[in-house]
C-alpha cells in the first residue's frame, strides 16, 4: 500500500489529475527514444491530439501544465486547452547517447537492457526524474482542490508521475504501458492515492481496437 504524506492527504476525495500524453510523432511510431529532439506530431498525430477534445468536453480544470516540447504544446494546442504555465520538469526522461534509438537496437549492444533497470549512458538517472516528478505531483496537488489538473507531457515521464502518485519508486513505471495521445486520470479514494483509469485509447484510436 502506498505510503501517505501531508500532501497526499491534502488532495479531496474524488479530485482528478489527468495525464495527457502527446500524439504520435514519427519516431514515437518507430518506437524510438525521444526526449531533447524537437519533433512535430505526424498527421495522424494531429488528429489524435484534436479527438482529445471529444474526452475533455465538461472539464474546467483549475491548472494545465505543459512539457516545453513542440510535440506537447501542440497536443495542447490541438486538444482545445489553455496552458497554465510550461513546466520544464514535464520534459520526457533525457536519454542521452540512447536519443533516437529503439530499444531492440539498444539490446544488441546491452542485452537485457531496459531504462528501468539499466538507465542511460551520458543521461538521466531515475532518481532525477522521480525528483522532477516529485515536485510536479506537488504542484498538482495545490491546485487539485480548486478543480481537475492536467499534465500534457510524455511517455515515461507520464508513467513515472502515475508510478509516484501510487507510491512506488520510479521503477515502478516499467509496468504502466501508455500509447500516443491516451489519457490516464488519477484520483484518490478514502485517502489513499489511486489510479482511476490508465490508459484510456485515444478517441481516434477507438475504431482500431
Known amino acids: 500500500m502506498a505510503v501517505m504524506t501531508e500532501q497526499d492527504a491534502a488532495v479531496p476525495d474524488g479530485a482528478e489529475l489527468w495525464l495527457i500524453r502527446h500524439g504520435e510523432t514519427e519516431w514515437s511510431l518507430a518506437g524510438k527514444h525521444t526526449s531533447v529532439t524537437d ?27 505543459c512539457s516545453p516540447r513542440l510535440r506537447a504544446q501542440a497536443t495542447a494546442k490541438l486538444a482545445g486547452l489553455a496552458i497554465s504555465d510550461t513546466d520544464p520538469d514535464l520534459a520526457e526522461w533525457n536519454y542521452g547517447e540512447y536519443e533516437g534509438r529503439t530499444s531492440a537496437e539498444i539490446r544488441e549492444d546491452v542485452p537485457g537492457w531496459s531504462l528501468f533497470t539499466h538507465g ?31 499534465l500534457i507531457g510524455h511517455g515515461h515521464m507520464s508513467r513515472v508521475l502515475g508510478a509516484r502518485w501510487i507510491g512506488l519508486p520510479a521503477i515502478g513505471a516499467a509496468n504502466l504501458l501508455l500509447a500516443a495521445a491516451s489519457i490516464s486520470i488519477l484520483s484518490t479514494q478514502y485517502g489513499e492515492p489511486v489510479l482511476k483509469h490508465w490508459n484510456l485509447p485515444n478517441p481516434d484510436n477507438e475504431g482500431d481496437r
Do not use: F, I, K, N
Not at 519533433?39 to 501544465?65: I, N
Not at 516529485?134 to 478543480?147: F, I, Q, T
Open 39 to 65: 519533433l512535430p506530431l505526424t498527421a495522424r498525430g494531429e488528429l489524435q491530439a484534436a479527438a482529445l477534445r471529444r474526452a475533455l468536453v465538461g472539464l474546467s480544470p483549475s491548472l494545465v501544465l
Open 120 to 150: 542511460v549512458p551520458g543521461g538521466e538517472a531515475a532518481a532525477d526524474v522521480s525528483a522532477r516528478a516529485d515536485r510536479v505531483l506537488a504542484r498538482a496537488r495545490a491546485a487539485m482542490e480548486r478543480g481537475p489538473v492536467v
